[in-house]
Protein backbone atom coordinates (compact mmCIF):
# COMPACT_ATOMS: atom_id res chain seq x y z
CA UNK A 1 0.00 0.00 0.00
CA UNK A 2 1.75 3.08 -1.13
CA UNK A 3 1.49 6.52 0.86
CA UNK A 4 0.56 8.76 -2.35
CA UNK A 5 -2.20 7.21 -4.38
CA UNK A 6 -2.59 7.23 -8.14
CA UNK A 7 -4.74 5.49 -10.41
CA UNK A 8 -3.13 2.31 -11.97
CA UNK A 9 -3.73 2.99 -15.16
CA UNK A 10 -5.43 5.59 -17.45
CA UNK A 11 -5.53 5.94 -21.55
CA UNK A 12 -6.31 8.57 -24.24
CA UNK A 13 -5.81 9.00 -28.30
CA UNK A 14 -2.80 10.17 -29.45
CA UNK A 15 -3.34 14.12 -29.82
CA UNK A 16 -5.38 14.18 -26.77
CA UNK A 17 -4.27 15.16 -23.23
CA UNK A 18 -4.32 13.08 -20.18
CA UNK A 19 -4.26 13.56 -16.29
CA UNK A 20 -2.46 11.36 -13.47
CA UNK A 21 -3.07 12.32 -10.45
CA UNK A 22 -1.42 12.00 -6.89
CA UNK A 23 -2.81 12.08 -3.95
CA UNK A 24 -1.27 12.48 0.00
CA UNK A 25 -1.68 13.78 3.14
CA UNK A 26 -0.28 16.75 4.95
CA UNK A 27 2.88 15.40 5.79
CA UNK A 28 4.19 14.70 2.48
CA UNK A 29 2.37 16.38 -0.58
CA UNK A 30 0.77 19.32 1.76
CA UNK A 31 4.43 19.84 2.77
CA UNK A 32 6.80 19.22 0.32
CA UNK A 33 7.41 19.73 -2.93
CA UNK A 34 6.55 17.22 -5.88
CA UNK A 35 8.67 15.22 -8.48
CA UNK A 36 6.99 13.37 -11.47
CA UNK A 37 9.29 10.70 -13.27
CA UNK A 38 8.68 8.71 -16.69
CA UNK A 39 9.65 4.74 -16.69
CA UNK A 40 9.93 3.27 -20.21
CA UNK A 41 9.46 -0.39 -19.99
CA UNK A 42 13.18 -1.99 -19.23
CA UNK A 43 14.64 1.68 -18.65
CA UNK A 44 15.73 3.56 -15.55
CA UNK A 45 13.21 5.87 -14.36
CA UNK A 46 13.84 9.68 -15.68
CA UNK A 47 12.34 12.83 -13.88
CA UNK A 48 9.83 14.77 -15.19
CA UNK A 49 8.71 17.26 -12.82
CA UNK A 50 10.61 18.99 -9.94
CA UNK A 51 9.37 21.56 -7.17
CA UNK A 52 5.78 20.78 -7.94
CA UNK A 53 5.79 22.31 -11.34
CA UNK A 54 9.31 23.04 -13.22
CA UNK A 55 10.94 21.13 -16.22
CA UNK A 56 14.08 19.88 -16.48
CA UNK A 57 16.31 20.74 -19.18
CA UNK A 58 14.63 18.78 -22.54
CA UNK A 59 11.56 17.80 -21.00
CA UNK A 60 8.98 19.48 -23.80
CA UNK A 61 6.60 21.50 -22.29
CA UNK A 62 3.60 19.22 -23.21
CA UNK A 63 4.57 17.72 -19.82
CA UNK A 64 3.50 19.94 -16.97
CA UNK A 65 2.75 19.43 -13.27
CA UNK A 66 0.87 21.17 -10.37
CA UNK A 67 -0.51 20.92 -6.77
CA UNK A 68 -3.56 21.88 -4.48
CA UNK A 69 -3.49 21.39 -0.88
CA UNK A 70 -2.53 17.88 -0.74
CA UNK A 71 -2.87 16.73 -3.96
CA UNK A 72 -0.87 16.70 -7.40
CA UNK A 73 -1.88 16.04 -10.66
CA UNK A 74 0.80 15.51 -14.35
CA UNK A 75 -0.85 16.62 -17.38
CA UNK A 76 0.41 15.31 -20.47
CA UNK A 77 -0.80 17.32 -23.96
CA UNK A 78 -0.45 16.69 -27.74
CA UNK A 79 -0.22 12.59 -26.54
CA UNK A 80 2.18 10.91 -28.56
CA UNK A 81 2.68 6.36 -28.75
CA UNK A 82 6.12 6.78 -27.47
CA UNK A 83 4.83 8.26 -23.89
CA UNK A 84 3.38 5.12 -23.37
CA UNK A 85 4.99 4.40 -20.03
CA UNK A 86 4.42 4.44 -16.48
CA UNK A 87 4.28 6.86 -14.16
CA UNK A 88 4.92 7.98 -10.82
CA UNK A 89 5.04 10.77 -8.24
CA UNK A 90 7.39 11.05 -5.13
CA UNK A 91 7.69 13.41 -2.73
CA UNK A 92 9.45 13.76 1.21
CA UNK A 93 7.30 12.37 4.16
CA UNK A 94 7.41 14.84 7.15
CA UNK A 95 6.44 12.13 9.64
CA UNK A 96 7.59 8.99 8.06
CA UNK A 97 11.13 10.90 7.58
CA UNK A 98 11.11 9.10 4.25
CA UNK A 99 10.84 9.58 0.72
CA UNK A 100 7.75 8.60 -0.50
CA UNK A 101 6.01 7.14 -4.31
CA UNK A 102 2.95 6.52 -5.31
CA UNK A 103 1.77 3.13 -6.72
CA UNK A 104 2.40 4.22 -10.55
CA UNK A 105 0.35 4.91 -13.26
CA UNK A 106 0.33 3.03 -16.64
CA UNK A 107 -0.21 5.06 -19.46
CA UNK A 108 -1.82 3.53 -22.63
CA UNK A 109 -2.14 5.68 -25.87
CA UNK A 110 -4.74 4.26 -27.80
CA UNK B 1 28.02 14.57 -18.77
CA UNK B 2 26.16 13.36 -15.19
CA UNK B 3 26.85 9.71 -15.31
CA UNK B 4 25.59 7.47 -12.07
CA UNK B 5 26.99 3.89 -12.58
CA UNK B 6 25.70 0.88 -9.94
CA UNK B 7 27.22 -2.06 -9.59
CA UNK B 8 27.83 -4.62 -7.41
CA UNK B 9 24.12 -6.64 -7.97
CA UNK B 10 24.75 -10.78 -7.82
CA UNK B 11 22.28 -13.77 -6.71
CA UNK B 12 22.87 -14.66 -3.21
CA UNK B 13 21.51 -16.82 -0.13
CA UNK B 14 18.45 -15.22 2.12
CA UNK B 15 20.49 -14.45 5.46
CA UNK B 16 23.53 -13.13 3.46
CA UNK B 17 25.20 -10.02 2.59
CA UNK B 18 26.05 -7.74 -0.25
CA UNK B 19 28.03 -4.47 -1.32
CA UNK B 20 26.81 -2.25 -3.67
CA UNK B 21 28.18 0.33 -5.16
CA UNK B 22 27.96 3.77 -7.23
CA UNK B 23 30.08 5.57 -9.16
CA UNK B 24 29.61 9.41 -10.27
CA UNK B 25 31.10 11.22 -12.72
CA UNK B 26 30.13 14.45 -14.66
CA UNK B 27 29.86 16.73 -11.51
CA UNK B 28 30.61 17.32 -7.98
CA UNK B 29 30.11 14.76 -5.82
CA UNK B 30 30.65 15.82 -2.60
CA UNK B 31 27.79 18.39 -3.15
CA UNK B 32 25.43 16.88 -3.97
CA UNK B 33 22.83 14.03 -1.55
CA UNK B 34 22.32 10.84 -2.59
CA UNK B 35 19.56 7.94 -2.48
CA UNK B 36 19.15 4.26 -3.10
CA UNK B 37 16.00 3.60 -4.77
CA UNK B 38 14.58 0.08 -5.60
CA UNK B 39 12.06 -1.75 -7.81
CA UNK B 40 10.92 -5.18 -6.95
CA UNK B 41 9.88 -7.30 -10.20
CA UNK B 42 6.94 -6.01 -12.21
CA UNK B 43 6.52 -3.40 -9.21
CA UNK B 44 6.52 0.28 -8.77
CA UNK B 45 9.62 2.41 -6.88
CA UNK B 46 10.40 2.22 -3.83
CA UNK B 47 12.70 4.58 -1.64
CA UNK B 48 15.65 2.75 0.44
CA UNK B 49 18.04 5.52 1.82
CA UNK B 50 19.19 8.66 1.90
CA UNK B 51 22.77 10.18 2.59
CA UNK B 52 23.68 14.11 2.41
CA UNK B 53 26.61 15.32 0.41
CA UNK B 54 29.23 14.87 3.83
CA UNK B 55 27.14 12.70 5.13
CA UNK B 56 25.96 14.16 8.30
CA UNK B 57 22.21 13.45 7.32
CA UNK B 58 21.12 9.93 6.90
CA UNK B 59 17.68 8.07 6.76
CA UNK B 60 16.87 4.82 5.42
CA UNK B 61 13.45 3.15 5.14
CA UNK B 62 11.71 0.83 7.81
CA UNK B 63 12.06 -1.91 6.20
CA UNK B 64 15.81 -1.85 5.71
CA UNK B 65 16.48 -0.34 9.52
CA UNK B 66 19.34 -2.70 11.25
CA UNK B 67 20.41 -4.20 8.24
CA UNK B 68 21.17 -1.72 5.26
CA UNK B 69 24.06 0.78 5.82
CA UNK B 70 24.30 3.43 3.80
CA UNK B 71 27.57 5.62 3.04
CA UNK B 72 29.95 7.13 0.46
CA UNK B 73 33.38 7.73 -0.30
CA UNK B 74 33.47 11.87 -1.65
CA UNK B 75 37.42 11.45 -2.68
CA UNK B 76 36.29 8.01 -4.62
CA UNK B 77 33.28 9.10 -5.61
CA UNK B 78 31.52 6.56 -4.79
CA UNK B 79 28.11 6.02 -2.92
CA UNK B 80 27.70 2.29 -1.39
CA UNK B 81 24.71 0.39 0.37
CA UNK B 82 25.92 -2.71 2.20
CA UNK B 83 23.15 -5.00 2.47
CA UNK B 84 23.31 -7.75 5.50
CA UNK B 85 20.56 -10.63 6.47
CA UNK B 86 18.82 -10.26 3.06
CA UNK B 87 15.90 -11.83 2.84
CA UNK B 88 13.74 -12.47 -0.84
CA UNK B 89 11.46 -9.64 -1.09
CA UNK B 90 14.60 -7.50 -1.40
CA UNK B 91 15.21 -8.86 -4.57
CA UNK B 92 14.98 -6.16 -6.80
CA UNK B 93 17.27 -3.70 -8.89
CA UNK B 94 18.68 -0.89 -6.79
CA UNK B 95 19.23 2.29 -8.70
CA UNK B 96 21.04 5.25 -6.97
CA UNK B 97 19.76 8.92 -7.62
CA UNK B 98 21.33 12.32 -7.13
CA UNK B 99 19.76 15.02 -5.70
CA UNK B 100 16.58 15.98 -3.18
CA UNK B 101 14.12 15.27 -6.39
CA UNK B 102 15.96 12.97 -7.60
CA UNK B 103 16.78 14.53 -10.86
CA UNK B 104 19.34 11.53 -11.98
CA UNK B 105 19.19 7.68 -12.26
CA UNK B 106 21.53 5.58 -12.47
CA UNK B 107 20.75 2.39 -15.12
CA UNK B 108 20.22 -0.22 -11.97
CA UNK B 109 21.96 -3.00 -10.36
CA UNK B 110 19.81 -6.47 -9.95
CA UNK B 111 20.32 -7.99 -6.58
CA UNK B 112 18.43 -11.32 -6.56
CA UNK B 113 17.72 -13.36 -2.94
CA UNK B 114 17.05 -16.58 -3.62
CA UNK B 115 18.12 -20.21 -2.39
Not at chain 1, 57 to 77: H, N, Q, V, W
Not at chain 2, 47 to 66: L, N, P, Q
Not at chain 2, 70 to 94: E, G, W
Request: charged share 15%.
Amino acid sequence: QSVLTQPPSVSAAPGQKVTISCSGSSSNIGSGYVSWYQQLPGTAPKLLIFDDNKRPSGIPDRFSGSKSGTSATLDITGLQTGDEADYYCGTWDSSLTARVFGGGTKLTVL
Amino acid sequence: EVQLVESGGALVQPGGSLRLSCAGSGFTFSNYDLNWVRQAPGKGLEWVSYISGRSSTIHYADFVKGRFTISRDNAKNSLYLQMNSLRVDDTAIYYCARGSAPYYWGQGTLVTVSS
